[in-house]
């Protein structure tokens, strides 16, 4: 008789198919792993049932919150879809018992006064983390400058930057995506400038990495950059204010989505149309994340009501006159 299937060869199984489809599965895989050795520790054998998902949710995250939960059971969700179709008697837990598994709290908003200062502070920093200062203080101010996510600019590559063109070519992004960022003059002579202290570090060819760690070769990695970043902002006292403990380098993100909104709606734009060019510009896959920032973020709720006000007092006053 043979032996019976362990959960973790299921999930292993699972994840290796998915790849072959193409997706990444960076963090939900860790996690289907992490139930699937939880299961098998726990001597749970035959199909996956509600019983043993609801055990690990909470068993596992035992300190977290109900939000915490609900996220871990959404990650599962998909793996319990492919076991129920080789398996009928496979359960997963019906509804949401934990509640809802998504949120987006509100991000910090940098002044322009804290971006200058952050960018500063990362030139005079010592390059004790992995990145020499030119290095953190040309990536922290690409960031500002493009709204690029983290992940984007560190896996930029010297051959992605098209300094006549004034652009940088940013490579299997989110959803394995690919997108042209053109840039603004200032952000090109930067990178230009960057680009003559990179030669010094190493090669620059096609292939060659923007952004190196100090004196190596090697691609700058988002550890050492987190580390820098945590120092910068704990040095300049940045109190946040939005809806985390922490300001992160993903506000720098949404500082550029939120100053460009901002900027629009003082010059009157007609929003609909400039948003479509907005979350191409930034990689949003679907259009409703770059309008979430018009609800989400004070800075803007404030103009998009003052408009809507003058809007609606004028269709009143047609009213009154018709």
């Given at each position: 008789?043979?032996?019976?299937?362990t959960?973790?060869?299921?999930?292993?199984?699972y994840?290796?198919?998915?790849h072959?489809?193409?997706f990444?599965?960076d963090?939900s895989?860790?996690l289907?792993?992490?139930?699937a050795?939880?299961?098998?520790a726990?001597?749970?054998?035959?199909?996956?049932?509600?019983?043993i998902?609801?055990r690990?949710?909470?068993?596992?995250?035992?300190?977290?919150?109900p939000?915490?939960w609900?996220?871990?059971?959404?990650?599962?969700?998909?793996f319990?879809?492919?076991l129920?179709?080789?398996?009928?008697?496979?359960?997963?837990p019906?509804?949401?018992?934990?509640?809802?598994?998504?949120?987006?709290?509100?991000?910090?908003?940098f002044?322009?006064?804290?971006?200058?200062?952050i960018?500063?502070?990362?030139?005079?920093?010592?390059?004790?983390?992995?990145?020499?200062?030119?290095?953190?203080?040309?990536?922290?101010?690409?960031?500002?400058?493009t709204?690029?996510?983290?992940?984007?600019a560190?896996?930029?590559?010297?051959?992605?930057?098209?300094?006549?063109?004034?652009?940088?070519?940013?490579?299997?992004?989110?959803f394995?995506?690919?997108?042209?960022?053109p840039?603004?003059?200032?952000?090109?002579?930067?990178?230009?400038?960057?680009?003559r202290?990179?030669?010094?570090?190493?090669?620059?060819?096609?292939?060659?990495?923007l952004?190196?760690?100090r004196?190596?070769?090697?691609?700058?990695?988002y550890?050492?950059?987190?580390r820098?970043?945590l120092?910068?902002?704990?040095d300049?006292?940045?109190?946040?204010?939005?809806?985390?403990?922490?300001?992160r380098?993903?506000?720098?993100?949404?500082?550029f989505?939120c100053?460009?909104?901002?900027?629009?709606?003082a010059?009157?734009?007609d929003i609909?149309?400039?948003?479509?060019?907005?979350?191409t510009?930034?990689g949003?896959?679907?259009?409703?994340?770059?309008?979430?920032?018009?609800?989400?973020v004070?800075?803007l709720?404030?103009p998009a009501?003052?408009?809507?006000?003058?809007?609606?007092?004028?269709q009143?006053?047609?009213?009154?006159?018709?």
């Amino acid at each position: 008789m043979s032996a019976p299937v362990t959960m973790l060869a299921r999930a292993e199984a699972y994840i290796a198919e998915r790849h072959r489809l193409g997706f990444a599965l960076d963090r939900s895989g860790n996690l289907t792993l992490a139930f699937a050795r939880f299961a098998d520790a726990s001597g749970h054998e035959g199909p996956l049932t509600s019983a043993i998902v609801l055990r690990w949710a909470k068993e596992q995250a035992m300190y977290a919150d109900p939000f915490t939960w609900a996220r871990r059971l959404n990650v599962l969700r998909p793996f319990a879809h492919h076991l129920a179709d080789a398996d009928p008697g496979t359960t997963f837990p019906k509804g949401s018992p934990f509640g809802r598994g998504k949120r987006r709290l509100a991000p910090h908003i940098f002044t322009p006064a804290e971006v200058d200062a952050i960018i500063a502070a990362a030139r005079a920093l010592r390059p004790v983390f992995g990145a020499s200062s030119s290095t953190l203080a040309t990536l922290l101010g690409l960031l500002a400058a493009t709204g690029l996510r983290i992940s984007e600019a560190l896996g930029l590559r010297c051959a992605d930057f098209d300094e006549a063109a004034s652009r940088i070519t940013v490579r299997h992004s989110k959803f394995q995506r690919t997108r042209i960022v053109p840039l603004h003059p200032t952000a090109t002579a930067a990178l230009r400038d960057y680009m003559r202290t990179r030669a010094k570090f190493g090669p620059t060819d096609h292939s060659a990495p923007l952004f190196l760690k100090r004196s190596s070769s090697e691609a700058l990695g988002y550890g050492a950059v987190r580390r820098a970043w945590l120092q910068l902002t704990a040095d300049l006292a940045i109190v946040p204010r939005g809806g985390h403990r922490f300001v992160r380098i993903h506000d720098l993100r949404h500082t550029f989505i939120c100053r460009r909104l901002l900027l629009w709606q003082a010059e009157g734009a007609d929003i609909d149309n400039t948003m479509l060019a907005l979350s191409t510009y930034v990689g949003h896959v679907n259009l409703g994340d770059t309008y979430w920032y018009l609800q989400a973020v004070p800075e803007l709720m404030a103009p998009a009501g003052d408009r809507f006000e003058v809007f609606a007092s004028q269709q009143i006053g047609e009213a009154l006159r018709g």
